[in-house]
């Protein structure tokens, strides 16, 4: 096969199959979101391709060859099938996905762990994580739920608590041992606090809650809780943890407690839904085994009530 025909250009097609259906460049340009000019250009390119006019052009409007007209009646049918074909993959996408919004270290560390008791459980799910950190709003976006930490107030949301947090000095057992296990104020003073860019008040909230003596203020930054967890299992230095997500670390002897003087900080990590719009099944099955998980009452399947 000639090297020419390989590479069809599928940009242009699909600007001239628009473009000969409303037999306008600014129709066309209108239909698909960019310039008349960029319209101009695309078909352009397919004539130059094709070798054959398919508009005739003047300063005011453009008007379909007898070459063209044939061409956009072939072509017509295939985008449209192709638009079908799509339409048909993303409606099976979105009716078995559900769209979870979540802190990179929750996901990390709490939910992907224990993810594949769900989807053993409802292999028809799937679940497809989105860790952007921002306030959450569900408006304009396309979420089933979200795993956040707060206390309860979103807007336009409904929540349910999963547990609440409770945090305490973390570190690895190499650099408890080099420390003597901060048996004393002055080790303590020469160990390196470690602080996640977005949890600044971490340190401060802890001492002050456990009545310990400590500049709080200094130390090394990481752009997440992520990177914090692993350098301090890597030895870098002391790290604010929060206990829930640090458990496995914490029972294998990864990580460990120096201090053991746990706070809690009047926050926790919930559940949330949009309330703008009926909840699928899908997510009330995602929502109630959440609650399971953390042995909360389910929201949605109650015993002896029907599941459908």
Same mark, same amino acid.
């Given at each position: 096969m000639n090297e020419k025909y390989r590479n069809v250009p599928l940009n242009p097609l699909r600007a001239f199959a628009?473009?000969?259906?409303?037999?306008?460049?600014?129709?066309?340009?209108?239909?698909?979101?960019?310039?008349?000019v960029a319209i101009s250009r695309q078909?352009? &390119?397919? +004539?130059?391709?094709?070798?054959?006019?398919?508009? +005739?052009?003047?300063?005011?409007?453009?008007?379909?060859?007898?070459?063209?007209?044939?061409?956009?009646?072939?072509?017509?049918?295939?985008?449209d099938d192709l638009d079908r074909?799509?339409?048909?993959? &993303?409606s099976n996408e979105n009716e078995s996905t559900i769209n979870l919004r979540i802190y990179p270290t929750f996901a990390h560390h709490w939910l992907l762990p224990k993810l594949t008791e769900f989807t053993e459980r409802y292999p028809?799910?799937?679940?497809?994580l989105d860790t952007v950190v921002e306030p959450l709003d569900f408006r304009g976006t396309h979420l089933d739920a979200a795993l956040q930490l707060g206390h309860g107030t979103w807007r336009d949301a409904k929540c349910r608590r999963l547990f609440e947090e409770e945090v305490d000095v973390v570190c690895s057992p190499d650099y408890a041992e080099r420390f003597d296990w901060f048996r004393t104020s002055e080790s303590l003073d020469a160990a390196e606090? &470690?602080?996640?860019?977005?949890?600044?008040?971490?340190?401060?909230? *802890?001492a002050a809650e456990a009545g310990v003596e400590i500049n709080h203020r200094e130390g090394m930054e990481f752009d997440s809780s992520l990177l914090?967890?692993?350098?301090t299992k890597q030895g870098f230095g002391l790290a604010i943890g929060q206990l829930a997500l640090l458990q496995p670390e914490l029972e294998t002897g990864e990580l460990v407690r120096p201090f053991m003087r746990p706070v809690t900080t009047r926050s926790a990590f919930y559940v949330i839904w949009p309330t703008m719009t009926s909840v699928?099944?899908?997510?009330?099955?995602?929502?109630? *085994?959440?609650? +399971?998980?953390?042995? +909360?009452?389910?929201?949605?399947?109650r015993k002896g009530r029907s599941s459908g």
């Open positions: 628009i473009a000969s259906r409303h037999r306008s460049f600014t129709a066309a340009a209108k239909h698909m979101g960019i310039t008349q078909i352009a &390119l397919l +004539e130059n391709y094709l070798g054959v006019k398919l508009f +005739e052009r003047s300063s005011r409007s453009v008007k379909l060859t007898e070459v063209g007209r044939s061409f956009g009646h072939e072509i017509a049918g295939l985008f074909a799509t339409q048909r993959i &993303l028809e799910y799937r679940v497809r606090l &470690l602080h996640a860019k977005y949890r600044r008040r971490e340190w401060e909230i *802890w914090v967890y692993s350098a699928s099944t899908k997510t009330r099955r995602f929502i109630d *085994w959440l609650l +399971e998980l953390s042995g +909360e009452k389910p929201e949605f399947f």
